[in-house]
């Protein structure tokens, strides 16, 4: 399974983005012989047993797909993936019978968006999202968590996009269940303020949030990583404080996040600068700002993504190891197997 890949289309500098002729498309196939399966494709001709057409996917898809088996039957159903004009897609493989198969469209964040202004707006999926089951006060949702940046011009040569990092609730949880829901920007809470943290908002967290990636330029290039309720994931900053010596160039610097899945509060207390104790918390080294939320990578360049180390521990892109609390689970039954000449 994997995407139709880059239309060089889109390095077209200055402009917005426009439609691509190749690459936008999802393709299934055989992987002794390569016989095509599936695919998904732009265009308004309806469904085959072998290709579903949908009219809004005129962009390309450079990007590794994420897949999954939703219900646990041991075959995948569920194809995640951003493209190059902001959109996020969902593919239900529900079913051994591919003519029942299906392209969704679940966001909208970029160019095609409601009130989209220009190259702010121009923002582009290079990199596959992470998906989490999980639940809150209103049910259950999928968490689809994805950033935006454009790969192809980290040093925004074309322009600077105002890039995200996002979390969106699908809450088509069930295997062959999805809909065009075209989530907008702006039905996505804004936690950029970190205000929920502070306690002084209570934004509408039912479709998901959005965080703004606020250094000039920055933008994520990796895949992020979820472990526990936190959510990982790196940026880049073309015009950050590099860590190349004052005989290298500069390659500008990386950042990397920590967040609640749920909020987008901080989880590790990255900046103890600000740590005061009290009654609850006497080293004062629990997090509780919005500079907490994040630390400068100790290398420079484009950072990867962040690594799972089990059971409790992360490999960050500058080769750190840091300890991540999490609730570590372990088996906790067993059985005896008899000989059946003695039942």
């Not at 939703?70 to 493209?83: E, K, W």
């Given at each position: 399974?994997?995407?139709?890949?880059?239309?060089?289309?889109?390095?077209?500098?200055?402009?917005v983005?426009?439609n691509?002729?190749?690459?936008?498309?999802?393709?299934?196939?055989?992987?002794?012989?390569?016989?095509?399966?599936?695919?998904?494709?732009?265009?308004?001709?309806?469904?085959?047993?072998?290709?579903?057409?949908?009219?809004?996917?005129?962009?390309?898809?450079?990007?590794?797909?994420?897949?999954a088996?939703?219900?646990?039957?041991?075959?995948?159903?569920?194809?995640?993936?951003?493209?190059?004009?902001g959109?996020?897609?969902?593919?239900?493989?529900?079913?051994?019978?591919?003519?029942?198969?299906?392209?969704?469209?679940?966001?909208?964040l970029?160019?095609?968006?409601?009130?989209?202004?220009?190259?702010?707006?121009?923002?582009r999926?290079?990199?596959?999202?992470?998906?989490?089951?999980?639940?809150?006060?209103?049910?259950?949702?999928?968490?689809?968590?994805?950033?935006?940046?454009?790969?192809?011009?980290?040093?925004?040569?074309?322009?600077?996009?105002?890039?995200?990092?996002?979390?969106?609730?699908?809450?088509?949880?069930?295997?062959?269940?999805?809909?065009?829901?075209?989530?907008?920007?702006?039905?996505?809470?804004?936690?950029?303020?970190?205000?929920?943290?502070?306690?002084?908002?209570?934004?509408?967290?039912?479709?998901?949030?959005?965080?703004?990636?606020?250094?000039?330029g920055?933008?994520?290039?990796?895949?992020?990583?979820?472990?526990?309720?936190?959510?990982?994931?790196?940026?880049?900053?073309?015009?950050?404080?590099?860590?190349?010596?004052?005989?290298?160039?500069?390659?500008?610097?990386?950042?990397?996040?920590?967040?609640?899945?749920?909020?987008?509060?901080?989880?590790?207390?990255?900046?103890?600068?600000?740590?005061?104790?009290?009654?609850?918390?006497?080293?004062?080294?629990?997090?509780?700002?919005?500079?907490?939320?994040?630390?400068?990578?100790?290398?420079?360049?484009?950072?990867?993504?962040?690594?799972?180390?089990?059971?409790?521990?992360?490999?960050?892109?500058?080769?750190?190891?840091?300890?991540?609390?999490?609730?570590?689970?372990?088996?906790?039954?067993?059985?005896?197997?008899?000989?059946?000449?003695?039942?």
């Amino acid at each position: 399974m994997f995407g139709g890949g880059y239309d060089m289309n889109k390095d077209l500098r200055g402009n917005v983005g426009t439609n691509d002729s190749i690459g936008n498309a999802i393709y299934v196939v055989n992987a002794e012989t390569g016989q095509l399966i599936w695919k998904a494709t732009g265009g308004s001709g309806g469904a085959s047993a072998m290709e579903f057409q949908h009219p809004d996917l005129v962009d390309s898809i450079p990007s590794t797909l994420t897949t999954a088996d939703t219900d646990g039957d041991g075959f995948t159903d569920r194809i995640l993936v951003g493209d190059t004009g902001g959109n996020v897609w969902r593919a239900d493989l529900a079913g051994s019978d591919s003519a029942n198969w299906k392209l969704t469209l679940l966001a909208s964040l970029g160019r095609h968006s409601a009130g989209a202004t220009g190259k702010a707006s121009d923002r582009r999926f290079f990199h596959r999202p992470d998906l989490v089951q999980a639940k809150d006060e209103n049910g259950s949702f999928d968490a689809v968590l994805i950033g935006s940046g454009d790969r192809a011009d980290p040093l925004d040569s074309g322009g600077t996009a105002v890039n995200y990092f996002y979390m969106i609730k699908d809450r088509n949880v069930s295997a062959g269940s999805s809909t065009d829901t075209s989530i907008q920007p702006l039905q996505l809470a804004d936690v950029t303020s970190d205000c929920l943290q502070s306690g002084s908002c209570a934004p509408d967290l039912t479709y998901g949030w959005a965080l703004q990636m606020e250094a000039n330029g920055e933008k994520v290039l990796a895949t992020p990583l979820t472990m526990s309720g936190k959510v990982f994931f790196t940026s880049y900053m073309p015009q950050g404080v590099s860590k190349a010596s004052a005989c290298s160039p500069s390659e500008g610097s990386g950042r990397l996040y920590a967040v609640s899945l749920q909020t987008a509060e901080s989880v590790i207390n990255y900046d103890t600068s600000d740590d005061v104790p009290t009654a609850d918390d006497p080293e004062g080294d629990d997090p509780t700002s919005k500079s907490d939320r994040s630390v400068d990578l100790n290398s420079a360049g484009i950072p990867a993504e962040v690594v799972t180390i089990p059971p409790n521990k992360i490999l960050r892109p500058d080769l750190q190891v840091d300890s991540v609390d999490v609730a570590t689970r372990w088996r906790t039954y067993w059985y005896v197997s008899e000989d059946t000449d003695l039942q």
